[in-house]
């Protein structure tokens, strides 16, 4: 097996730019789904419900967060550590993130066309793992939906094209991680996968949602509901969701490169 790219999103819900190696701490690949958006009611924003996000490109060197979009004058921010704590949710958490200032609120309310603010994971933000399929007590992300870092297979996806009328590219499902030379749909059964001097737990399947449906290039939404329709007639579990990829917890902080 093979590992052929590695992805990391800054910003939850806006687009992904390719890696060539990732630093693993305990809440992920470090830089990916630091950033997140909140709507009004201090509540998480997503393709979901602003597809519009696929269209929004960031980049973050660390301190300087960079973000393009169509239409307007790129966004150029200093993270601020220091900012005004805010009590965020993402699902069913509570995050205690730190807000990035009234200039990045009013960028992102001109693209996304309703008031939003940026906010940080960092400082003393904490958000836990679901214990039901944690490797261990203290596991925990920053604003991914549930776990730190996904891995999907390009034979997976080759076997769903094999079923779509229109194929789609794996930019669809925001991987962090892809692989190849490996059997289709053979991530079910993976316990453990070590890449580089980095071992992950494979906790469970990835449940799928409506984001599947939003092309990452233009931010339109398949009419068909596509390719999660057809995803559903065969990868669904009841009660659990249509999966694709696995979620990966990290045993301890290193490296992964395009080389691992």
């Known amino acids: 097996m093979h590992l052929t790219s590695l992805h990391r999103y800054p910003i939850k819900a806006c687009r992904g730019h390719a890696i060539d190696s990732a630093v693993v701490d305990a809440l992920g690949f470090v830089g990916d789904r630091r950033f997140m958006l909140v709507d009004s009611n201090d509540r998480f924003v997503s393709q979901r419900e602003a597809a519009v996000l696929a269209t929004v490109t960031p980049t973050f060197d660390g301190s300087i967060l960079t973000v393009e ?84 297979l390009q034979e997976s996806l080759d076997d769903l094209n094999h079923r779509l009328e229109h194929p789609v590219p794996m930019a669809r499902f925001r991987p962090n991680i892809v692989l190849t030379g490996a059997p289709a749909w053979s991530e079910d059964a993976w316990t453990t996968l070590t890449l580089g001097d980095v071992t992950f737990d494979a906790v469970k399947p990835c449940a799928r949602c409506t984001v599947l449906t939003v092309d990452q290039q233009t931010g339109a939404r398949d009419p068909q509901q596509e390719p999660l329709r057809t995803l559903a007639t065969f990868r669904n579990i009841p009660g659990r969701g249509t999966m694709f990829g696995v979620n990966l917890v990290a045993r301890g902080n290193g490296v992964v490169s395009r080389k691992s």
Do not use: K, M
Not at 93 to 104: L, S
């Open 69 to 152: 979009a169509p239409g307007v004058e790129t966004l150029v921010l200093e993270l601020d550590p220091q900012g005004a704590s805010r009590d965020v949710t993402i699902w069913n958490d509570q995050v205690t993130a730190t807000d990035q200032g009234d200039h990045a609120a009013e960028w992102f309310a001109e693209v996304v066309g309703h008031p939003c603010r940026l906010v940080h994971f960092g400082g003393e933000a904490t958000r836990r793992l679901d214990p039901r399929y944690s490797p261990r007590p203290d596991a925990e992300t920053a604003f991914a939906d549930g776990y730190p870092v996904l891995a999907v």
